[in-house]
């Protein structure tokens, strides 16, 4: 496609003849040129490296620079052959300026150039910006509004409200307080969680005066460009914030002061007059919207209010256990007044006694400037006391135990007389309202019902408890004795079954040799009598055993007990038996222990039970040794005595049974030995008196081991 240049020196790309008329050629320029630099559009001509070569009058302006400063320089945007761009042109004063540039490809002074036409389109944009910017604004006004109506929970709502507030501001965020009409404060509202994270803001401190306060009181927006030099900002928070921005938009529906929006940046920003214009629009579509959305939560929180007393009336009622009791009225208290901490104090035998108390969240507040005065106050009036913040108590002094910037006392009335009293605390300064007080008052009534019913039910239960435990005790005390004269019955049958076998021998045997002592001649005399004498001790021996077991039985063995040293009792015994031992020709050691071994008992009981084991020791054993010694146990703490032979032994269905009266086993009945089986029973019965134990171990053919453990002193 031919490319055509307005000056003379320009040649056609599709190769004009040099030989055109020269006249021609400078008329063609002379025309062109005054077309061009009369030309509204700016026209810059660059060659291929972006050098301006030509600039018109228009662009002279556009780019309010003179001539000999751009001829020569850098165009410094990109030019491209047959596009269209936007560019920004920024001038010496700073001023931007958006320009819409074309280009085409020429040759200019024999060499390939670039001719860019430069449209200001400065006005369209701002005019096209201007739109798009209300348009924006009236969409995030629908949708906000729309968002925050679809919200039924009111701080879901406040959130909505504080995050989109800081994106329509472009800011770096919002913060949204609330206006406490009883308390004629803010409080906190929300905050945009990309503020929350930035910094903390702390409540509006009540004892100056609030930004709050002071555009509510206004009506309109309140601008601070530099928050440090604002009288309403605490020095605390000038600190923190040197260089704040801060537009505060007053929340105000009707003759209802609803409390503040505050965009805030945390750089220097300079408001300008749409955006307060905007602010003021916006704040009033909110502010209708929280009306509503506060005038339902009203609605809604006295019908869940209603509710809630119904549920906490039941389940005050729920349990009769006074500490399951107390557990619920701090629990359901929760439901209907707020509180950090709170405790049931009890008027227990004219003293004031801290019951129940239990944590909801921070103990670390200032506490009130509370003194037994307002206690008396509450007990007084039957009314409840609120106490605001003050100076720290000592910890004798202060009657509660946890601490709050606000404490609420309810009195418990009974019968026109206060029992005790609900101590709430919240660390939020002046958190309590007379309508807290109402309702505290409302469900302390029912709780004082509760605590007494619960009280009258423990001492019911604890009669019927003690009654119930009276008659078990007294029902076991005769199950006991039943028991026991059962087992008395049953002994007494067995011993006169025992003592009637055991007796029926001897005595058959001396009728017997009686007998036959009449009927036989004089040299039979010598043996009958013998025999006679035989059985005649014999039976001695059983009814002296029997009179033995009768006395440990009824524990009317008198001996006095002392301190006894064990290895005396063994050295004793062992010396009355050394004879007899070596006349069986049977070994018989004694290994005492090195130290004393002291218990307390009777001395001549334990060389009873020394004596039977020794005996039993010699009359079961043929050959061998039998070794006697004494030990110290540390692990049982006591006295150890044992008595160790190699005699015939005890089966081991023998050893279970060898402690009853009047068993012997089978080892001592085939061998014919004498005995009565009562010596084991007599040893146990005097070793149980001295709260020890006796034990016994013992192989067939190998030798039997019998241990008595004693209490060491």
Not at 357 to 366: I, K, L
Not at 430 to 448: E, M, N, R, W
Not at 564 to 578: E, T
Not at 584 to 593: A, I
Request: proline share 4%; with cysteine.
């Amino acid at each position: 496609m031919p490319v055509y240049s307005p000056f003379a020196s320009v040649c056609l790309r599709t190769g004009l003849q040099d030989n055109m008329n020269e006249k021609l050629l400078q008329a063609s320029e002379n025309r062109f040129r005054k077309v061009i630099e009369a030309n509204a559009d700016s026209v810059v001509i660059v060659d291929a490296v972006g050098i301006i070569q030509y600039v018109n009058p228009a662009a002279i302006n556009l780019f309010a620079r003179q001539q000999p400063n751009l001829i020569g320089a850098m165009f410094g945007y990109p030019v491209v052959a047959n596009e269209t761009t936007e560019i920004d042109i920024i001038n010496p004063d700073s001023v931007i300026k958006v320009a819409e540039m074309r280009v085409v490809e020429i040759v200019w002074q024999q060499e390939i150039a670039y001719l860019a036409s430069l449209r200001d389109i400065t006005d369209r944009k701002r005019d096209e910006e201007g739109l798009r910017a209300r348009e924006h604004f009236l969409t995030w006004l629908n949708e906000i509004t729309r968002a925050a109506l679809e919200t039924p929970d009111f701080s879901a709502m406040l959130q909505i409200f504080a995050e989109r507030l800081g994106e329509l501001f472009g800011a770096d965020g919002c913060n949204i307080t609330l206006w406490h009409e009883e308390r004629q404060t803010a409080v906190s509202g929300a905050i945009s969680s990309a503020l929350a994270q930035e910094l903390f803001l702390p409540d509006p401190d009540v004892r100056q005066k609030t930004m709050t306060e002071a555009v509510l009181k206004s009506g309109r927006a309140f601008v601070l460009e530099n928050v440090g030099h604002s009288p309403y900002a605490a020095t605390h928070t000038a600190m923190l914030f040197p260089s704040q921005s801060i537009m505060a938009l007053p929340l105000i529906a009707g003759s209802q002061k609803l409390g503040a929006a505050f965009i805030i940046f945390l750089a220097p920003h300079h408001f300008t007059p749409d955006e307060i214009q905007q602010g003021e629009q916006v704040v009033s579509h909110i502010s209708l919207a929280l009306a509503k959305a506060q005038a339902l939560k009203a609605e809604k929180e006295q019908r869940e209010l209603a509710e809630t007393l119904s549920k906490v009336i039941g389940a005050l009622g729920s349990s009769l256990a006074p500490k399951q009791v107390l557990e619920v009225i701090l629990g359901q208290l929760a439901q209907v007044v707020a509180y950090d901490t709170a405790s049931v104090l009890l008027l227990i035998n004219n003293n004031l006694e801290n019951v129940a108390f239990r944590a909801n969240g921070s103990e670390t507040a200032v506490s009130p400037n509370l003194t037994p005065a307002h206690i008396k106050r509450v007990f007084s009036t039957l009314e409840p006391v609120i106490v605001s913040a003050g100076h720290e108590l000592a910890e004798a002094q202060r009657p509660l135990p946890p601490s709050g910037a606000c404490w609420l006392g309810v009195p418990l009335i009974i019968k026109g007389r206060a029992i005790g009293l609900l101590s709430l605390t919240k660390s939020e300064t002046a958190y309590y309202s007379p309508k807290d007080a109402a309702i505290g008052l409302a469900f302390g009534q029912h709780a004082a019902v509760a605590i007494v019913n619960a009280q009258l039910h423990e001492q019911i239960q604890q009669y019927a408890d003690e009654l119930e435990n009276r008659v078990n005790h007294r029902t076991q005390e005769l199950r006991q004795a039943y028991v026991q004269l059962q087992e008395l019955d049953r002994l007494k049958s067995k011993f006169i079954d025992d003592i009637s076998h055991e007796l029926r021998t001897p005595l058959a045997n001396l009728m017997l040799y009686i007998d036959l002592l009449r009927k036989s001649p004089m040299e039979k005399y010598a043996h009958y009598l013998n025999v006679l004498n035989l059985q005649t001790g014999r039976l001695i021996e059983l009814v002296e055993s029997i009179l033995r077991l009768s006395q440990l039985d009824l524990n009317q063995d008198n001996d006095a007990w002392t301190r006894i040293n064990l290895n005396d009792v063994a050295a004793h015994v062992l010396d009355k038996y050394q004879f007899q031992a070596r006349r069986k020709g049977l070994n018989l050691l004694f290994t005492p222990h090195t130290d004393d071994l002291s218990v307390r008992g009777s001395f001549k009981q334990l060389a009873e039970v020394t004596t039977i084991l020794l005996e039993n020791a010699i009359k079961y054993t043929e050959t061998g040794e039998i070794r006697l010694n004494t030990f110290s146990d540390p692990v049982s703490a006591c006295a150890c005595l044992q008595i160790e032979d190699t005699g015939i032994g005890v089966a081991a269905d023998d050893i279970p049974h060898l402690f009853d009266r009047f068993y012997r086993g089978r080892g001592a009945s085939q061998s014919n030995m004498p005995g009565m089986g009562l010596g084991l029973n007599i040893a146990q019965s005097i070793v149980a008196l001295h709260n020890g134990s006796i034990e016994v171990s013992s192989n067939l053919g190998v030798g039997t081991r019998f241990r008595v453990a004693l209490p060491l002193l």
